[in-house]
């Protein structure tokens, strides 16, 4: 799976939510396209797709290793870009 798979499954789930709908798919036209999402725009989709009850009704369509992968895909891309803390 890619990062575009990711958004495209949070996308095709979110329609009862306006503004994760809105957002992932502006996030996944951008990955599509060949540009680059924000890492916090990314953090945001996968905090709201939680707080929404969307990752049941992935779970339950696509199955548990998918539904890993979704979120292993995403949180990888917001590590690789994530500013590192210095202390």
Do not use: N, Y
Not at 7 to 12: A, E, G, N, Q, S
Not at 28 to 52: D, F, Q
């Amino acid at each position: 799976m890619d990062l575009k798979d990711a958004t495209r499954m949070i996308l095709v789930e979110s329609a009862a939510h306006p503004e994760l709908l809105r957002v992932s798919r502006q996030s996944h036209e951008e990955i599509a396209s060949g540009g680059r999402v924000e890492h916090t725009t990314l953090s945001w989709m996968l905090r709201e797709a939680a707080r929404k009850g969307v990752f049941p009704a992935l779970k339950g369509k696509h199955g548990d290793r998918a539904f890993d992968e979704l979120v292993t895909v995403l949180c990888r891309e917001i590590d690789r870009q994530a500013p590192v803390v210095r202390r």
